[in-house]
Structures are given as structure tokens and as C-alpha cells.
């Protein structure tokens, strides 16, 4: 554990701000977007499940689907299950050389097999950044199998098994930091909640875990689960490195109950959220407890579809009781137990399901520990997204319904890195300093869904 | 005195007409476009020969039901050989559950209360032909 908290206490400044970085274009990129697949399988227009006509919020239209495990259908007879998705981004950092790269070819296989059986898997080949290269791994996965038409007490009742591969990402609400893929890019140490997903080591697409749902009455949710992280070497297949590993986790709970009310021009959802278990990091370590619980509003106004506003609100709280206290290299020791808390806000506006805005604040702090977070021990992060994009296609009066383009203007902003506005990493009087703002990106991508 | 006669005869008969004529329902067929899209357009296309979830409506005033030939309706509604999507119809299919209104049907909608949005609703459902 020492080593291991020494390793990252001691990376060099220009590390830590490539990991800023290559966080930031995760967050713009690896959101589960509109599906053209699940479009010609039901004959909806995107713009149904999605309120900007390419994802990743979804409509209520579009959660329902979702809840149905994906099985929807216009019925007629069996669609071919694939799609795919190419992205061109122009990246301009406040710091750095600009480029201009192919940064991701997806492919979905999405579709329903039964009334009872659906899902999607994406493949991401991303580019990595280096001399025009690309890492190709196993992104998103939820596999269902869903009773619909069920009566619980003479009400409506559907039940489902999700098996997934991240707490949260089988949300119907889609607010949750797996489902979004939207949180704050957290600074060295091991930061972040463990559903928040923005922090190193974190369960995104490394684990796999089975959840059994219901929803009653159209409104009421609940799900509860477990989880256990893959083998490194089956990380290793997937085509994830190894140093990204959540570690060995075990004796996984997780839950997720929510009211969700369609009122057709508007919606709104409570929910709560909650995970407890078992880390090992490294895999030999000792064992860390962590128990996540969050809570998430959201609220959209529909109306007639011309103007839509989203919102939605999400704090998860996450507790750490360590498994060790270590020395640090200035002699201090470790604390025993931590907090670590993340908070995202967001807020788009859609006109004509075709122009969008989404602004969003994100933050994560947490109780300091000298050890564990460098090179502060102060794990506080605060940054800001804001995203204009515009999607000519996807709706039913457009040139096609169920296919789409995407061209986005995306501005990440960092007002606060690893706990500080200023020389973020700490380096000596003298030495190049990094202020949060050098971590900042201006990126215009083009992205066409097909 | 004829002329006269024949007038209020040809009155009385154009009154009677339209006495007896079902009540015509006052849409604003404007305002049903907004309706449409709120409760009908995530599973129905207006568009001649597009099938979502649910079958087109273009042409739906009118229609018999269960007709088109390339969507697949439930039994339920195949057995109503006798409907017709009339305003009056739809009136009553659509004011109720779907499934109350036809039980067995694949349709999955509550039902639209408020009158006035219903009138509107099918004033513009009767101009998409």
C-alpha cells in the first residue's frame, strides 16, 4: 500500500496533468450515446429517446425503453443489432500542442433477441494519443432480461435482471455518474466515490455484476445488485492496462430506489443510491471498506418538444474505513477513515431537439490526508463543462430519423486541482508552476451515428 | 306564398340536418399539433407508411380499424371488424385506458382527460390525410 500511494504521490507534475487530460476527453467521449440501432428496431426517431436527438439524456420515452430491457419493437421481424459511431475531435488545451485526430470508432451491438431478452455491448477503439495508435476495449455492456405486463396488487409491475459492468450504468433515471459519464476529474491519490467514476481505479467497465429491478405503478423503482471486479488479466483482454485495476472487491451490495413521474410535458425523479464494499488496491493489499450513499433529483420540462430543459442533480457520499495506515515519505501516517464526497449539476436546453446547450458543475472533495492525497493531501476538485452542440438529424420531419451527425463545441474548465488554485502540483519556488486553469480544454468534434 | 313555403320547408329541412348531424366537436386543430406531440408522437408517426410502436395515424379519421396492412395489430383490435376511427370513435377510444377501451390491446396509454385537448387532438389527426 505504501509503494503504491508513493508511486502516486511522486509522479511527476506533466503525468499528473496528462491524467487531467486524458480524463477530460474520457468525460466528452465515452457517454452512451443515441443507438441508430435501437432506432430502426422500434421506428422511433432518436429524438424520441433523446431530447437533443443524440444522447446521452434520455427522455422518459427513452427510459421506459431502457426499463423494457431494450426490447421494444415496431414489429417488424428482426433488424440487424449493429451500429456504429465515428468521432473527429480538435482538441486545443490551455496548455500544449493542439491536435486534431479520428479520437473514436464504436460499435454497438444492440438489439433485442426476445420480448423477454435485450441489451448492448460497445466496442471503443480510442485513439490513445500517440503516433496514431488506438486502444480497442470493451465499453459499456448491459445484458437484460425483463417480465413486462406483470399486475403487483392490480398495478402495473415489471421486473428485470441487468447484468452490467458498472454500478449505475442500468440507471433508468440516467443521472447517475455511470450513466453520464459525467463527474469531476480528480486529482493524484485514490480520489473520487467509487460510484462516482471520475477518480483512478474506479469500476467503470472493470467489474460485472448481476441486479435484480422492478418498477411499480410507472413510478416507483428499486434495484439491488452485486458486483465483483474482473480479473486483471480479463481487464487485459478487454484491452484495459492493468494500472487501472479497482482492485479485488468482494461482498458487493448495491441498491437504487427512485419515484419517477412522466406527467408527459414534464418530468421529475428522486432517488437514492447506495453500494458498500470490500476493496483490495493493490489486489495484495489490505482491505478497504467503502460505503457509498448518494442521493439524485432531475427535473425536465418537455412541453410540445421545442423547448426542452433538463435538469438534474446528483451528492454521493462515500465513506472509507482503510485497511492500513501507512507512513508517508515526511514521516506522517495515513489517516484510518476518510469521506469523499462528489456533487454534479447540470443543466441543458434543447431547442427544437436539435440545438443544445448543457452547462454543468462538478465538484469533489473530501477529508484530507497528507499520505493518501498528494501533493496536498487534499483530494478537492471543482471544474465546469459546457457543451453547444447541434444535431441536423435523428427527428421525423429531418433527411433521416435514425441516423445522426453531431457537431459539438465543448469547454472544460478547472477552477480547483487537488485542493488548490494555484501551482496545483506543488513543484518547488522557481520551477514551471501549473495553475488549475492549464488543465483547461477547448475541443470542437464532429460525430456521426449510424 | 310558394317560394316562401318551399324556403322554410328547405330551412326547416337544412335545420333538421344539421340537428340531427352528430355534434361536430370544435377543435383547434393548431393546438392538437402540440397535443400530438405531447401524448401521441413517441409511438405514433403521422407519416403515410411509417409504423413506430404503434401503426401511422396518417389517415386515421375515417380509417376502419386494424387496416393497415404492414403493422401488426393485436387480436384484440383485429377482431373489431365493425370499428371505424371515427371522431366520435376516437373520442371515446382515446378519453379512457386503452386497455379498458379494448382489452387485450397492445396500446399502452392512460387515457386523455381534458376534453378541450382531446377536440384539439383529433381536429389535427382530421387533417393528416
Redesign the interface.
Known amino acids: 500500500m505504501l509503494s503504491f500511494l508513493n508511486r502516486r504521490t511522486m509522479r511527476r507534475p506533466k503525468m499528473l496533468l496528462w491524467c487531467g487530460l486524458a480524463a477530460l476527453l474520457l468525460l466528452s467521449s465515452t457517454a452512451a450515446q443515441a443507438i441508430p440501432a435501437f432506432a430502426r428496431q422500434?421506428?422511433?426517431a432518436c429524438a424520441?429517446c433523446h431530447a437533443g436527438s443524440y444522447g446521452p439524456i434520455l427522455?422518459p420515452?427513452g427510459m421506459r425503453f431502457k426499463l423494457n430491457g431494450y426490447t421494444?419493437?415496431?414489429?417488424?421481424g428482426t433488424k440487424i443489432p449493429l451500429a456504429g459511431q465515428l468521432t473527429e475531435t480538435h482538441t486545443a488545451p490551455a496548455r500544449g500542442p493542439s491536435s486534431t485526430a479520428l479520437t473514436e470508432a464504436d460499435l454497438y451491438i444492440a438489439g433485442r433477441i426476445s420480448d423477454q431478452f435485450g441489451g448492448y455491448a460497445k466496442v471503443v477503439s480510442a485513439y490513445t494519443g500517440r503516433n496514431n495508435t488506438y486502444n480497442t476495449t470493451l465499453s459499456n455492456l448491459d445484458l437484460r432480461f425483463v417480465a413486462k405486463e406483470l399486475k403487483l396488487n392490480g398495478r402495473d409491475f415489471t421486473l428485470g435482471v441487468s447484468v452490467n459492468n458498472s454500478p449505475g450504468f442500468d440507471d433508468p433515471v440516467d443521472v447517475l455518474p455511470a450513466a453520464t459519464s459525467l463527474g469531476p476529474a480528480t486529482g493524484s491519490g485514490p480520489t473520487g466515490t467509487f460510484l462516482g467514476q471520475s477518480g483512478p481505479n474506479n469500476p467503470a467497465n472493470r467489474v460485472i455484476g448481476a441486479n435484480v429491478y422492478g418498477l411499480y405503478d410507472s413510478n416507483w423503482y428499486g434495484e439491488v445488485g452485486t458486483y465483483t471486479s474482473l480479473p486483471t488479466s480479463t481487464q487485459d483482454r478487454l484491452g484495459y492496462n492493468i494500472s487501472g485495476d479497482p482492485g479485488k472487491i468482494s461482498d458487493t451490495g448495491y441498491f437504487r430506489f427512485a419515484y419517477m413521474k412522466d406527467m408527459?410535458?414534464q418530468f421529475f425523479s428522486v432517488g437514492v443510491v447506495g453500494l458498500t464494499t470490500k476493496r483490495q488496491l493493490p489486489r495484495t493489499g489490505p482491505s478497504d471498506n467503502l460505503f457509498d450513499l448518494g442521493y439524485d433529483l432531475s427535473y425536465q420540462f418537455?412541453?410540445?418538444?421545442d423547448n426542452i430543459v433538463q435538469l438534474s442533480y446528483v451528492n454521493i457520499l462515500e465513506k472509507r474505513k482503510y485497511g492500513s495506515t501507512p507512513v508517508g515519505p515526511t514521516g506522517l501516517t495515513a489517516l484510518p477513515r476518510g469521506v469523499l464526497h462528489d456533487e454534479t449539476l447540470s443543466v441543458t436546453y434543447t431547442f427544437k431537439q436539435a440545438y443544445s446547450l448543457q452547462v454543468a458543475h462538478l465538484q469533489s472533495n473530501g477529508t484530507r490526508d497528507a499520505v493518501r492525497f498528494g501533493p496536498f493531501g487534499n483530494p478537492d476538485t471543482t471544474a465546469n463543462l459546457i457543451t453547444l452542440f447541434w444535431t441536423p438529424f435523428g427527428r421525423?420531419d429531418s433527411f433521416t430519423s435514425i441516423a445522426n451527425l453531431k457537431l459539438s463545441a465543448t469547454w472544460f474548465r478547472f477552477t480547483k486541482f487537488n485542493g488548490v488554485t494555484n501551482n496545483i502540483f506543488g513543484v518547488p519556488f522557481g520551477a514551471v508552476q501549473t495553475k488549475p486553469g492549464d488543465l483547461n480544454a477547448f475541443s470542437v468534434s464532429a460525430s456521426v451515428a449510424f | 306564398m310558394t317560394k316562401l313555403f318551399l324556403g322554410l320547408c328547405t330551412a326547416t329541412l337544412v335545420l333538421g340536418w344539421v340537428l340531427a348531424s352528430p355534434p361536430a366537436r370544435a377543435g383547434d386543430a393548431s393546438a392538437g399539433?402540440?397535443v400530438f406531440?405531447?401524448?401521441c408522437?413517441?409511438c405514433h408517426?403521422i407519416?403515410e407508411g411509417?409504423?413506430?410502436?404503434g401503426p401511422s395515424l396518417f389517415g386515421v379519421v375515417g380509417r376502419k380499424a386494424a387496416t393497415i396492412s404492414?403493422?401488426?395489430y393485436s387480436d384484440a383490435l383485429r377482431s373489431k371488424t365493425d370499428w371505424v376511427w371515427t371522431p366520435e370513435k376516437l373520442h371515446s377510444y382515446l378519453s379512457q385506458p386503452a386497455k379498458q377501451a379494448d382489452p387485450g390491446t397492445k396500446m399502452k396509454y392512460d387515457g386523455l382527460s381534458d376534453a378541450k385537448q382531446l377536440d384539439d387532438l383529433i381536429s389535427y389527426l382530421s387533417t393528416v390525410h
Open positions: 422500434t421506428g422511433s424520441d427522455t420515452y421494444d419493437t415496431d414489429g417488424h408527459k410535458r418537455i412541453g410540445n418538444r421525423e | 399539433s402540440d406531440k405531447t401524448e408522437s413517441e408517426s407519416k411509417r409504423n413506430k410502436k404492414d403493422y401488426e
